[in-house]
RNA sequence: GCGCCGUUGGUGAAGUGGUUAACACGCUGGUUUGUGGCACCAGUAUGCAUGAGUUCGAUCCUCAUACGACGCC
């Protein structure tokens, strides 16, 4: 890479508008707390509630970008962790940034590696100090060393356009005593990592934790807000097997100490059902691997329920995964041919599981607005389960 | 025609005179929520070619029959 090239990409980088996220509340529903609002980026706005793609290591797995605009996504979500190890911060950066990399012109969020130490290292040892977190990396085995600075530092130079600030992210089932230590340590993180984030461009998100409990929730809200964050998540959620009601806790014990005007992102969910309860309990944006994940191993969402394109009885059937969905797959194929794809391994049947999946997800939350524009989210959440749930 | 060997589920096959016939693949379901893991979990032969016999008891021993492979005329 020569120095010219550097100094174009210098350039380019600075010719950007220079703005971090800028979230306009537009309504909110008369009888829930659900709300429609508009994201503002460097690369566009975009309207909540929104559902984020993950693309983990700079992909949305299998997906072209341009499949990626078909379904409507706005923002997706990279990842830290996976980017640190490869191809590395300083590749990326030598390659324009993020966007320039893997030639996305839209929003990207960088998930900040908290959730990694814990799903990677989860009943593996891993060391969680105040300084910081040594865990081993899942490629090599080789001791890493992750901390709030070396996190933030590597997000800046990804120059994604939100960074999150690394948390820790406790299992569902640890003890009061544990959160409370996990909870206080995280706000010091917070503040360490905001100290260090120097990315113009790039807006930084504080983490929410707390487990299912009201009162560790408040005062993690309270405290991260103090530290006047561009934006706030909700964490801890959607991991270890937690039940239903405990994620809707962590929401509803959240959710009043945030401030009306930033955007409030629940980590990692999800469901169809979930992204709907989110949305009611004034959620704005969502990600989720489960789109992706369930599409590789065969699984749709549809109107009816999900459905398992595995399962026999689609062996000759003819019709779309869902009947009247506007995706590309379809419109474009039957049950029959995703089934043979799926069960002879080929991966056109996973990328056209993703691609509808994708669309699934972005559309539920297309409709969500609308709800909450016409002040009906209830009745429709009400339509939705009765078709979604009913066998 | 004679001799010899063999016949276990959808497939490839292990195995034993005595409670539930190994394993793999396939098949049939299910799971997956800030993506190490195209993964994980469960179910899948009331029966071991057919008939008779020996035995307290046979898929396993004996005999006959059927089918198949090989060798000899």
Redesign the pocket.
């Known amino acids: 890479m020569s120095f010219f090239c550097f100094f174009d990409i210098m350039n380019k980088s600075q010719g950007r508008d220079s703005m971090k996220i800028k979230y306009n509340l537009l309504k909110t529903e008369k009888n829930t707390k659900a709300r429609f609002g508009t994201i503002k980026t460097n690369y566009g706005t975009y309207e909540t509630p929104m559902f984020m793609?993950?693309?983990?290591k700079a992909t949305?797995?299998s997906l072209s970008k341009e499949e990626l605009k078909a379904a409507h996504a706005g923002i997706i979500?990279s990842?830290t962790?996976?980017l640190w190890l490869r191809p590395g911060p300083d590749v990326i950066a030598h390659c324009g940034g993020l966007h320039k990399f893997m030639s996305w012109d839209g929003p990207i969020l960088t998930?900040?590696g908290?959730?990694?130490v814990?799903?990677?290292a989860?009943n593996?040892k891993k060391d969680i100090t105040e300084e910081g977190v040594h865990f081993k990396s899942?490629?090599d085995g080789q001791n890493l060393f992750l901390t709030p600075e070396k996190s933030i530092e590597i997000q800046n130079k990804l120059d994604s356009d939100i960074a999150?600030?690394?948390?820790?992210?406790?299992p569902a089932s640890a003890s009061y005593e544990y959160l409370k230590n996990s909870i206080e340590r995280t706000i010091r993180w917070a503040k360490r990592g905001k100290a260090v984030h120097n990315n113009p461009n790039q807006a930084l998100f504080g983490?929410v934790?707390g487990g299912a409990h009201e009162d560790l929730r408040k005062y993690s809200a309270e405290e991260t807000v103090k530290l006047d964050f561009d934006g706030y998540?909700i964490?801890?959620?959607?991991?270890d097997?937690e039940s239903?009601e405990d994620?809707y806790k962590a929401i509803d014990y959240s959710i009043p100490y945030l401030p009306e005007n930033k955007v409030r992102y629940l980590?990692?969910?999800?469901?169809p059902v979930?992204i709907i309860e989110g949305v009611i309990r004034g959620v704005d944006i969502f990600?989720?691997?489960?789109?992706?994940?369930?599409a590789?191993?065969?699984?749709a969402f549809t109107r009816d329920g999900?459905i398992?394109l595995?399962?026999?009885?689609y062996?000759e059937d003819l019709s779309p995964v869902e009947e009247g969905c506007d995706c590309y797959t379809c419109r474009n194929y039957s049950k029959a041919y995703i089934r043979h794809l799926i069960?002879t391994?080929e991966?056109l049947g996973?990328r056209l599981l993703?691609i509808h999946n994708i669309r699934f997800l972005i559309k539920l939350t297309e409709e969500l607005r609308e709800a909450i524009k016409n002040d009906n989210i209830l009745e429709y959440r009400k339509n939705f389960l009765e078709r979604y749930e009913k066998k």
């Open positions: 793609p993950v693309g983990t949305v797995k979500l990842n962790y996976h998930d900040s908290g959730f990694q814990f799903s990677l989860k593996k899942h490629i999150m600030s690394f948390d820790e992210c406790p983490i934790q998540s964490g801890g959620v959607a991991n097997g239903k994620m980590m990692g969910v999800g469901e979930d990600d989720c691997v489960l789109p992706t994940r369930i590789r191993h065969g699984q999900k398992n595995n399962n026999a009885k062996k069960t391994g991966m996973g993703s």
